[in-house]
């Protein structure tokens, strides 16, 4: 049976989400990030990445979102996580990688992680606040993706997930959302689908803190 190692409103939340849309078993593994698990030996035997997501399929393991998600979602394509069409298809994995490498991997991560960017402690003040206004551009990319829209593609899928996990990471940084009312109102409709509520439930988290 496929398992997902995850750690509760991690970035692994997308792909907790697409499992349980699939409605195809599965198990999953919690990670607890604050004390070092995803550094343990046993855990960097099978990602020496050291960090969730990690699918572990038939095939083998598989890392990173933007592939987990698109696997995922070609595992069952007529569910429509992700658009048939080609230029639909490609519009979708390059919002997903945008999310995945930038607003994740540089704007949320040089607030969250930014020894990952510099040695040095003063310089790591830096890399903060500079994260802190990347974050806060970024969301405003995403504010303008969302405006008149109901989902970032023309149905629900893979691309709206990264946005649910922003909006409660921005959350937990102190942005003000009401600058971001698209992004919250589309936050608030991804959680009312009730794999999204199952899995908010199951991580024992909220989407506003
Ligand atoms: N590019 C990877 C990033 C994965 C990642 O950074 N995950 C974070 C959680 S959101 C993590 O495991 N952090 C643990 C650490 O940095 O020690 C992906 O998109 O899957």
């Known amino acids: 049976m496929i398992k997902l190692y995850y750690a509760p409103g991690a970035c692994s939340l997308?792909?907790?989400?697409?499992?349980?849309?699939?409605?195809?078993?599965?198990?999953?593994?919690?990670l607890d990030l604050t004390s070092g698990e995803q550094r343990k030996p046993e855990?960097?035997?099978?990602?020496p990445k050291g960090r969730v997501p990690l699918l572990v399929t038939a095939q083998g393991t598989l890392t990173e979102s933007a592939a987990i998600l698109a696997y995922l979602a070609d595992s069952k394509p007529e569910i429509g996580l992700l658009p048939a069409d080609p230029w639909e298809r490609a519009q979708a994995l390059s919002f997903v990688a945008w999310c995945s490498g930038t607003v994740?991997?540089?704007?949320?991560?040089s607030v969250f992680r930014a020894a990952r960017f510099a040695d040095d402690e003063t310089a790591q003040v830096a890399v903060r606040e500079k994260g802190q206004r990347d974050v806060r551009l970024n969301l405003a990319e995403i504010e303008k993706r969302l405006a008149g829209r109901e989902w970032v593609m023309n149905h629900f899928g893979i691309a709206d997930l990264y946005p649910l996990i922003f909006r409660r990471w921005a959350a937990r940084l102190g942005v003000e959302m009401a600058d971001f009312p698209e992004l919250v109102a589309h936050a608030a409709r991804v959680a009312k689908r009730p794999s999204v509520a199952r899995v908010l439930a199951t991580e024992g988290i909220r989407i506003d803190a």
């Open 43 to 47: 855990y960097l035997a099978i990602n």
């Open 104 to 109: 994740h991997g540089v704007a949320f991560a």
């Open 14 to 30: 997308a792909a907790h989400i697409v499992l349980e849309e699939l409605g195809t078993p599965y198990e999953i593994v919690r």
